[in-house]
């Protein structure tokens, strides 16, 4: 890595060496076994031989290699190894800019063509063209590794939180992440920071294992969006400064997502978001990511809709209102612990209490109310609120938006019982509350 980069992350790598002196990687894992590979070539003009003596020399260890790698046959465990080897090695000669990239990225498609990458498709060489280039990022990470995949112009991170390593989190014993900027519609929703990201691996991980993986900018302060496969756009964890990380910055956060999604802290704010597979969705790779400036939260209703009738005082609403927090480009916000409550104003515009009205959103930013119910018959008009982020301290304010109204309904009379019920003011109330924990 770079002697740039090496001053924003402290990295700890884990070197596994033969009598050679050459990097080996176990047995394929399960996501490498399927799949072989497709018009391989050793020995032709554009071949792996003759492409890495172009890139390393003829008598280069990678030369030597690449030897290897086609005596063991296209395909098999030796060959993979030596392929992970050879790409090391482009990776490590282009953390410094050089004066072109074509043979490497045409080296690296034809190593990837002889390799065992679990029957994932192998990129064109453009794709490589510009992930070795100023702006993209490239890397093989075996699986005693634990240091970051850094781009190039030091802005984008894909690291393991400690002490975690990439055989850990991915369940492979080698792997190549590369990406590259890209340009996505989806991200138009709010306010860009950065440009888009789109990280990706090979093989291809089809979920990363518990605690993930994580995805940080170093270039900007906001909130991280992604575009997860099968969900569209959603806005992850908030990104703060992250020029003094250090290794210990990628400990789990005292607050979690849920086990779906970390934020990871430098000495103060959070700078990254550790990804896990039920964020992934059914997809196969890493989707594209953005720093977005988000500038309030709204609210809407999540599969509920209130009943007209048949509501009762003292007996808890049925359906139990359910909540999404909303970014102000009406994104799903995933953003725990934002206080959501619950007001009842009547046709002359007079609030009435509802009781065990306020709770927390969960990991998913959802606030559900299963122990709310009104304490007074009548009709009313039901509308759900919040102050937005600034009832989490370790996250900047970022102000309410649309609040939820809901239609006029009927509430029949009955035994109130004792009402606890929050008023927007008051001091911040019990997290979780009486609506459970989150």
């Known amino acids: 890595m770079g002697g740039a980069r090496a001053g924003t992350l402290l990295v700890v790598t884990a070197f596994l060496a033969t009598a050679c002196g050459e990097r080996q990687i176990d047995s394929p894992t399960a996501p490498e076994l399927a799949g072989q590979p497709s018009a391989c070539d050793f020995n032709g003009t554009t071949g792996v031989k003759n492409l890495t003596k172009n890139e390393f020399g003829a008598n280069s260890t990678q030369a030597s290699q690449a030897n290897s790698m086609?005596?063991?046959?296209?395909?098999?465990?030796?060959?993979?190894?030596?392929?992970?080897?050879?790409?090391?090695?482009?990776?490590n000669k282009y953390d410094s800019p050089q004066a072109s990239t074509s043979n490497a990225s045409?080296?690296?498609v034809a190593l990837l063509k002889c390799m065992n990458i679990?029957?994932?498709?192998?990129?064109a060489?453009?794709?490589?063209?510009?992930?070795?280039?100023?702006?993209?990022?490239?890397?093989?990470?075996?699986?005693?590794?634990?240091?970051?995949?850094?781009?190039?112009d030091?802005?984008?991170?894909?690291?393991?939180?400690?002490?975690?390593?990439?055989?850990?989190?991915?369940g492979t014993s080698a792997l190549l992440?590369?990406?590259?900027?890209?340009?996505?519609?989806?991200?138009?929703?709010?306010?860009?920071?950065?440009g888009i990201f789109d990280w990706k691996t090979l093989p291809e991980v089809a979920a990363f294992n518990d605690p993930g993986i994580v995805v940080g900018n170093c270039q900007a302060t906001g909130y991280l969006q992604h575009n997860a496969v099968g969900s569209g756009a959603e806005i992850l964890a908030y990104l703060g400064d992250c020029s003094t990380v250090t290794a210990q910055a990628t400990e789990r956060a005292p607050r979690t997502f849920a086990e779906r999604?970390?934020?990871?802290?430098?000495?103060?704010?959070?700078?990254?978001?550790?990804?896990t597979g039920g964020t992934l969705g059914s997809g196969k790779h890493l989707s594209p990511f953005q720093v977005e400036n988000i500038v309030n939260v709204n609210l809407v209703p999540v599969n509920f809709s209130w009943r007209k009738s048949g509501n009762v005082v003292g007996t808890v609403f049925n359906p139990t209102p359910v909540y999404q927090i909303l970014s102000g480009g009406n994104t799903l916000f995933h953003q725990p612990d934002v206080l959501v409550w619950i007001e009842a104003t009547n046709n002359s515009g007079t609030n009435v209490d509802v009781c065990n009205n306020w709770a927390w959103t969960d990991a998913d930013g959802v606030a559900r109310f299963p122990a709310a119910y009104l304490n007074k018959a009548g009709g009313y008009t039901m509308i759900a609120r919040t102050d937005g982020t600034k009832s989490n301290s370790d996250i900047p304010a970022v102000p309410e938006g649309r609040s939820a109204l809901s239609p006029l309904i009927n509430?029949?009379?009955?035994?109130?019982?004792?009402?606890?019920?929050?008023?927007?003011?008051?001091?911040?109330?019990?997290?979780?509350g009486p609506n459970g924990t989150p």
């Open 70 to 91: 086609a005596s063991a046959g296209a395909g098999t465990t030796q060959a993979t190894s030596f392929g992970y080897q050879i790409l090391d090695a482009i990776g």
């Open 106 to 108: 045409a080296l690296t």
């Open 118 to 123: 679990g029957g994932a498709s192998v990129p």
């Open 125 to 152: 060489a453009s794709v490589f063209n510009t992930a070795l280039g100023a702006t993209g990022a490239f890397g093989v990470r075996f699986s005693g590794d634990a240091d970051a995949v850094i781009s190039h």
């Open 154 to 170: 030091d802005a984008w991170l894909l690291v393991p939180p400690s002490p975690q390593t990439w055989g850990q989190v991915s």
């Open 177 to 194: 992440a590369y990406g590259v900027p890209a340009t996505n519609n989806s991200f138009t929703n709010d306010t860009p920071l950065t």
């Open 261 to 275: 999604v970390f934020r990871a802290f430098s000495p103060t704010p959070a700078y990254a978001t550790l990804i």
């Open 411 to 432: 509430v029949k009379n009955g035994n109130p019982g004792t009402c606890l019920t929050f008023h927007k003011g008051d001091p911040s109330p019990a997290n979780p």
